[in-house]
């Protein structure tokens, strides 16, 4: 069965990414593994509301045993395994190993955990454990909540053969929830060879996810030079429920000039966004 480990640090915005990571778990037929990394800091949970003795509490495994009962009537999936995992160092080496040793189908964070994880999670931890991570991560950024699932994702494509390596686990996301897909294909210049391209990859793409998946596809050009604010406006015009962006792992130091593009676009979009790890 498959994995969806969610980390907390008992900050408000954590939890509601529980909650986010829960209701996918639901959907997808997946275990739940929430996990806790001890970085030797004290603090309150958030449920703590400043008091005393919850500040000086060690004891994160009653903190978590009590989350697991909270959380647990939110958890259906027959047969499913929701527990909890506490480990100690540092945060995303610890992270990506845990998913690693689960075989995690997708990591689910919060984007503002400021307690555990140090600093602003998204800010510096979220975004190294996204260039580290073994499998995809589901970014739900502050106040996002589940509603309705996922009808609408929005799938950004450039001019790499990266962008493309994405697509399956696109395609294979977008058909469990039989959403429509927005392909959005990106470019900078005005000159008709790279508008060409793009169209091309565009329909190569398009051409993949219906034979493959019979997923109804509607394709779109942005061009400028902000075009993460465009990708976020256009996710908007849309009302797209997902945007999804890859993060390149390569050996080859220049791939990594394209990674402030994914960084953006985590830090500032009003969607979840999935971040897939792509290899050369």
């Known amino acids: 069965m498959k994995r969806v480990l969610i980390p907390i640090d008992f900050s408000e915005d954590s939890l509601n990414a529980m909650k986010y990571g829960i209701a996918m778990a639901n959907h997808l037929n997946a275990n739940v593994r929430v996990m806790h990394v001890k970085t030797g800091l004290e603090y309150a949970p958030v449920f703590a509301k ?34 909890y995992k506490i480990r100690e160092g540092n945060v995303v080496n610890e992270i990506a190993n845990q998913a690693k040793y689960d075989d995690s189908s997708l990591i689910v964070v919060g984007s503002h955990g400021e307690s555990g994880f140090q600093s602003r999670f998204i800010g510096s931890n979220a975004y190294r454990l996204v260039a580290h991570s073994p499998c995809p991560i589901l970014v739900v950024n502050k106040g996002m909540q589940w509603e309705h699932g996922v009808r609408k994702v929005v799938v950004p494509i450039d001019f790499s053969k990266a962008s493309r390596k994405k697509i399956p686990i696109v395609t294979g996301v977008s058909k469990s929830f039989n959403a429509k897909v927005y392909l959005v294909g990106l470019r900078q210049s005005k ?11 565009i329909r ?77």
């Open 50 to 83: 400043n008091q005393l003795e919850y500040k000086l509490n060690k004891e994160v495994d009653s903190w978590m045993q009590d989350l697991q009962k909270t959380f647990s009537d939110d958890y259906f999936v027959p047969g499913g395994k929701f527990d």
């Open 204 to 280: 190569q793409v398009e051409r993949y996810m219906v034979n493959n998946a019979d997923l109804t596809v509607e394709k779109h050009v942005l061009f400028g030079k902000k075009l993460v604010q465009q990708i976020i406006d256009y996710t908007e015009e849309v009302n797209g429920d997902l945007v999804t962006v890859h993060v390149h792992h390569s050996s080859n130091p220049l791939s990594n000039l394209f990674r402030p593009f994914a960084n953006e676009l985590i830090n500032n979009s009003s969607k979840p966004v999935l971040v897939i790890p792509t290899k050369d």
């Open 191 to 201: 000159f008709k060879f790279l508008l060409d391209r793009v169209n091309l990859f």
